[in-house]
């Protein structure tokens, strides 16, 4: 009986140091996913900031549908801007004058030529020739930097030579 109640002591000796070591590992366990948990709360009310009690799911969708509107806002503005671009070359961007004195005797350069050019070098040139009668104007029709049907004068050539040698500003 005495071995009985010895091994019944010893039994219960090593139940509570098993018990007291299992017990130590379970306050170590939960003194580690307490602060786990504190540093997660930390980050979730840095995530929800401002939101006042609003969730992270909710959040991320409204951050979701404003990209998405402003993506699209974009796109829209990109293609507002194409369109600029290709009215821009359309309009006068290109401008040459030239004053001269066809005839020996008259004076005062009183004649001209003035080529008026688009981005792509299509336009008009238009003449104006000064005499003691009167004056004469001109114009001729300018596709891709050159005259589509009438032969330019020597002026008008320069004229348009000037023109089409200017840089664009855009």
């Known amino acids: 009986m005495a071995e009985f109640i010895l091994n019944n002591q010893l039994n219960f000796l090593v139940i509570g140091t098993v018990s007291f070591f299992l017990s130590s590992i379970s306050l170590i366990i939960i003194a580690i996913l307490w602060k786990k948990n ?23 969708i409204n951050l979701i549908k404003e990209v998405n509107s402003l993506d699209e806002e974009v796109q829209e503005l990109f293609t507002i801007s194409n369109k ?35 981005g792509h070098d299509n336009g008009i040139i238009i003449s104006s020739l000064h005499t003691r009668e009167g004056t004469r104007v001109y114009s001729k029709k300018i ?10 004068t020597a002026e008008e050539e320069e004229a348009l030579s000037n023109a089409i040698s200017q840089k664009i500003k855009i």
């Open 38 to 60: 504190s540093s997660l709360q930390k980050t979730l009310d840095i995530l929800t900031l401002g939101k006042e009690g609003a969730s992270l799911e909710e959040t991320i």
């Open 84 to 118: 600029i671009h290709t009215l821009s070359t359309k309009g006068l961007h290109k401008v040459e004058m030239i004053r001269f004195n066809p005839f020996k005797d008259l004076s005062g350069n009183q004649s001209f030529c003035i080529a008026l050019l688009d």
């Open 143 to 152: 596709k891709k930097g050159t005259s589509t049907k009438h032969r330019l």
